[in-house]
């Protein structure tokens, strides 16, 4: 099955900093979803992108799916930016199952 | 609803039980997906249905394992004969598949602890 692997695996930031967290995948998508998952385990949505760039206040992400990769991008980074970020993908080919990534964690420090 | 809603948030069950999680997913979404998430690692598929039927199982680990959604809207994932290692957490989620969308909606998850 398609393979997904996000950079880094672990993150600390001071408040303020800006951050970009990578998704790479082994083989054609039809879908790509950023999630943050909370500390209390919800995943929260952050877009649905399986190319191009679409922002949402300080977060951003493009996907260049001919290249396999997405890119989330956080600016000015504040603590509740705190979590584990996944990428999920959809694989071309018909299974229509998300696959996760084993994500990113990061901590903002005030 | 308006959102994916998981009962129970927590399950606490002994070795050798039998339990039942529940999934009620937005309103309208024929796709509707079953994940399990350990400690430290991504989530992980276990069973998709579109519609009534289950598309694909291929990710249940065993045969204690069984999912069923009889009416096409609420699923319910059955666990036989529990042991530690099913302890997790059981996520669900839900979207317009089918119908040219195809962005997932997750509920908060059904915590079970198996001891």
């Known amino acids: 099955g398609i393979q997904v692997e996000q950079s880094p695996p672990d993150l600390i930031l001071q408040e303020g900093a800006n951050s970009t967290l990578r998704c790479n995948f082994s083989?054609?998508?039809?879908?790509l979803q950023w999630f943050h998952q909370n500390p209390w385990g919800q995943l929260i949505n952050l877009f649905y992108i399986p190319s191009g760039t679409k922002q949402n206040g300080r977060l951003s992400a493009t996907t260049v799916a001919t290249e396999r990769y997405s890119l989330l991008y956080i600016s000015s980074s504040q603590t509740t930016d705190s979590g584990v970020y996944f990428c999920a993908v959809e694989p071309r080919g018909g299974s229509y199952i998300p696959t996760f990534g084993r994500g990113t964690s990061l901590i903002v420090h005030p | 609803g308006a959102g994916v809603s998981q009962t129970p948030s927590n399950k606490v069950t002994e070795k050798g039980k039998y339990v039942e999680l529940r999934c009620d997913p937005i309103?309208?979404?024929?796709?509707l997906y079953w994940y399990r998430q350990s400690l430290g690692q991504g989530p992980e598929f276990l069973i998709y249905?579109?519609?009534?039927?289950?598309?694909?199982d291929s990710g249940l680990p065993n045969d204690r394992f069984f999912a069923v959604r009889p009416e096409g809207s609420v699923s319910t994932l059955k666990i036989q004969r529990t042991e530690r290692g099913d302890s997790a957490v059981y996520l669900c989620?839900?979207?317009?598949?089918?119908?040219?969308?195809?962005?997932?909606?997750f509920g908060q998850g059904t915590r079970l602890t198996v001891v």
């Open positions: 083989d054609s998508v039809n879908n």
């Open positions: 989620a839900s979207s317009l598949r089918g119908q040219g969308m195809t962005e997932a909606f």
């Open positions: 309103s309208g979404h024929t796709a």
């Open positions: 249905f579109q519609g009534t039927g289950a598309a694909d």
